[in-house]
């Protein structure tokens, strides 16, 4: 059986004065012009997303067998119309605790996302 090939210490080890690349990467220097450009960066792309018409062309009915027609909200509630969510927790899954406030956690996310997208 043959002996491992042995490491020239010259070459292809780490030099002492060689910082890691993560190091050199967060030094004032380079942090801070980069915290800088992804802030204005995402300043910019923020502020062009507001520019968008607040009205939008009257969308095509839903597919049958979409999630929005087996939901049951056929028609959008009005302005200024009480929502109500509600959670049914059955017992034969035999859910427990956590799973049932990852639903509701869930619910509560998409019902958030709807109310953004009616304003």
Known sequence: MA??????PNHGGKRKDEEPWLAAGI??????????IGFLLGL???LSSS???RFSLPSA???RGSKRAAAGSSAAPA???ELKMVLVVRQDLKMGAGKIASQCAHAATGLYAD???RC
Not at 3 to 8: G, H, I, L, T, V
Not at 27 to 36: C, E, I, K, Q, S
Request: no cysteine; hydrophobic share 40%; glycine share 6%.
């Open 3 to 8: 002996a491992p090939p042995r490491r020239n």
């Open 115 to 117: 109310l953004l997208a």
């Open 27 to 36: 030094r004032p220097a380079n942090f801070l012009p980069g915290l800088a």
């Open 51 to 53: 520019w968008r018409p």
């Open 79 to 81: 302005p200024g119309e």
């Open 44 to 46: 910019l792309l923020d």
């Open 61 to 63: 009915p839903a597919p």
